[in-house]
């Protein structure tokens, strides 16, 4: 996204995520997916991860592989459920 695209862009990784959701948060997440009886997947605790980091900001998820072909003014005249 541009820097005049009017939204804020955070770039969320190991070395900074305590900056965005507490231990407790992240240990119920690990703690979680280690005992789980189901089978767990790599990609289980980010996917936690992220879903925390939704309920806790809002926003939405894009994965580096995402490529925008539009503007995502659209989503502000939405709200919220």
């Known amino acids: 996204m ?15 995520i305590a900056n965005y959701l507490d231990d407790k948060t992240l240990q119920m997440i690990h703690t ?16 936690l991860i992220r879903l925390a980091l939704l309920i806790k900001y809002g926003g939405i998820y ?5 490529v925008a072909v539009e503007n995502f ?8 459920y």
Request: proline share 5%; net charge negative.
């Open 73 to 80: 003014d659209w989503l502000i005249n939405i709200g919220r």
């Open 2 to 16: 541009g820097k005049l695209s009017g939204f804020v862009v955070n770039e969320v990784n190991l070395s900074n």
């Open 32 to 47: 979680s997916v280690d005992t789980a009886k189901l089978e767990t997947f790599p990609q289980s605790k980010p996917d």
């Open 62 to 66: 894009l994965d580096a592989s995402y």
